[in-house]
């Protein structure tokens, strides 16, 4: 009768936003962790099930890198939503402005029926809140772009901090004795 080897496991289950997903399968694989399922999340993401040996050799220090892994992988992720927080802050407040704007145009032309001067009033002020809904488009724009040129020189040493930290983990993983 032959002897079948018995190798324990720890599982993990993750939930990544879906851009996310092959970072997150890249940086788990590199600490010995194996994807045996993808499965959908709610709201967009994915729900990343790994396996990994339990007795798989320099575990605490791969441990110790998957932490500081994890978060440089969060440290990367907030700064690339930091781009466009205050952009979309100012749109919404902005277009809120320009939404009343609109608003009291037509509120004025309607509600102060026969009268010439409230219509003309009215339908320039209607203008008005139209070209404000548009400049805020731009103005958003601007306001990104120029927040991202600010925060690139951060996100990619943060990148490059993830990147060295994951290559740490592989070769950690394929060393033999410490």
Not at 23 to 36: L, Q, R, V
Not at 64 to 93: H, M, P, Y
Not at 143 to 162: G, N, P, Y
């Amino acid at each position: 009768m032959q002897e079948k080897d018995f190798i324990g496991y720890e599982y993990k289950t993750v939930s990544v936003k879906a851009k996310d997903r092959t970072k997150a399968t890249d940086m788990y694989e590199a600490f010995g962790w194996e994807i045996t399922n993808a499965a959908p999340a709610p709201f967009g993401g994915a729900a990343l099930s790994m396996k990994r040996d339990r007795h798989i050799r320099h575990k605490q220090e791969l441990n110790k890198l998957q932490r500081r892994a994890e978060d440089a992988f969060a440290s990367v992720n907030e700064l690339e939503r930091a781009k466009t927080l205050g952009a979309r802050i100012f749109a919404c407040i902005f277009g809120c402005f320009a939404a009343l704007v609109l608003g009291g145009g037509m509120s004025l032309t309607m509600c102060i029926q026969d009268s010439i001067p409230a219509m003309a009033g009215g339908i320039v002020l209607g203008i008005i809140g139209i070209a404000l809904c548009i400049v805020n488009y731009f103005l958003y724009q601007k306001i990104a772009a120029r927040k991202s040129a600010a925060l690139l020189s951060l996100i990619d040493e943060a990148e490059e901090e993830f990147a060295n930290i994951l290559e740490q983990g592989n070769e950690l993983l394929h060393t033999e004795l410490i």
